[in-house]
């Protein structure tokens, strides 16, 4: 934005009063319900309230003078990390007696019956509208309104794996010499996008979002069903026929399993709660699949038993 003071038409040591009465001139002049054949008039009007939010104030305005911050009330040579610089305009500043812009907007277009949302928004006037929502100070922030935009969002390819999922978390890189943790919801898709809000680029009206793409990685042990986890577990023909306990792998370490006798490969048994986190509330479950095994070492009287037995005719 330009000097603010150039923006309003008035010089650098005009009083309170003759800056005030500048803003309400070229508020008036310049509000859009006013000049709904001039595009440009929103642009120009949003300009006008952001360097009365400036100089305005009383703060503001000797933290301008001295240099210490810029004509968007963004700190000099110290940056904004991680908050928007537009925050302590909507909260009014520290000056107690300062008139905020919407306040004297509400003054001179609250009673204009059924006048709208000076930036053509549907929903009514300024009562009621804080800067930073729906009225002055939000409509600044976005692009297209008129007004400064945000800084663009990052976009981020994250690849997670089991152990990320059951953790609900992963770190992810910001930049070239950040870190976060993006919290992982329940039963993700491949593709799907995690919102960070602002940690994206920084901008005029503030920083972007961080948008993270979450790639499943595949694993050597696991196939992931929802919250479910399935796996398949070797089982030796003896206690598949007379049953017995089997090692089950989780992600947690392997865990002890009693299958009843004459339990057949491919058959499945639940270990639960050993899974991942679930939409529903607490976790899935393990699949254990078994797969028959015979002995790495050929067992004689095993095959002895079985050549007695004639083959059925088809």
């Given at each position: 934005m330009h000097d603010p003071y150039a923006v309003l038409g008035v010089s650098k040591d005009a009083d309170e009063k003759q800056i005030k009465s500048a803003f309400r001139k070229l508020a008036k002049r310049f509000h859009p319900d006013q000049n709904k054949d001039n595009p440009k008039a929103k642009e120009r009007f949003a300009e006008v309230n952001a360097a009365y939010e400036i100089v305005?104030?009383?703060?503001?305005?000797?933290?301008?003078?001295?240099?210490?911050?810029?004509?968007?009330?963004?700190?000099?040579?110290?940056?904004?990390?991680?908050?928007?610089?537009?925050?302590?305009?909507?909260?009014?500043?520290?000056?107690?007696?300062?008139?905020?812009?919407?306040?004297?907007?509400?003054?001179?277009?609250?009673?204009?019956?059924?006048?709208g949302d000076p930036f053509g928004r549907a929903g009514g006037g300024f009562a009621g509208a804080g800067m930073g929502g729906s009225g002055m100070g939000g409509g600044r922030a976005r692009a297209g309104q008129g007004g400064p935009?945000?800084?663009?969002?990052?976009?981020?390819?994250?690849?997670?794996?089991?152990?990320?999922?059951?953790?609900?978390?992963?770190?992810?890189?910001?930049?070239?010499?950040?870190?976060?943790?993006?919290?992982?919801?329940?039963?993700?898709?491949?593709?799907?996008?995690?919102?960070?809000?602002?940690?994206?680029?920084?901008?005029?009206a503030g920083p972007g979002?961080?948008?993270?793409?979450?790639?499943?990685?595949?694993?050597?042990?696991?196939?992931?069903?929802?919250?479910?986890?399935?796996?398949?577990?070797?089982?030796?023909?003896?206690?598949a026929v007379l049953g017995g306990k089997i090692r089950v792998p989780t992600l947690t370490g392997a865990v002890a399993l009693t299958i009843p006798e004459w339990s057949s490969s491919g058959d499945v048994f639940r270990v639960r709660g050993k899974g991942l986190p679930a939409r529903s509330g607490g976790h899935g479950d393990i699949l254990a699949v078994l797969s028959l095994r015979l002995p790495d070492e050929k067992d004689q009287a095993l095959i002895d038993l079985f050549a007695q037995e004639e083959p059925t005719a088809a």
């Open positions: 305005g104030d009383k703060t503001k305005r000797r933290q301008f003078d001295n240099g210490e911050i810029d004509a968007e009330g963004k700190e000099r040579f110290q940056g904004f990390a991680g908050g928007n610089p537009f925050e302590g305009m909507r909260r009014g500043g520290g000056g107690g007696q300062f008139t905020g812009a919407e306040d004297i907007l509400s003054q001179m277009f609250g009673q204009m019956g059924g006048g935009p945000k800084g663009e969002d990052r976009k981020i390819a994250l690849t997670v794996h089991l152990k990320d999922l059951a953790l609900g978390k992963a770190p992810v890189r910001l930049g070239t010499d950040r870190t976060v943790n993006v919290t992982i919801p329940p039963e993700p898709d491949d593709g799907q996008v995690v919102r960070l809000k602002g940690q994206g680029k920084e901008g005029p979002d961080a948008l993270i793409a979450l790639s499943i990685a595949p694993h050597s042990q696991f196939q992931r069903e929802g919250a479910n986890l399935r796996t398949h577990v070797p089982v030796d023909l003896r206690t």
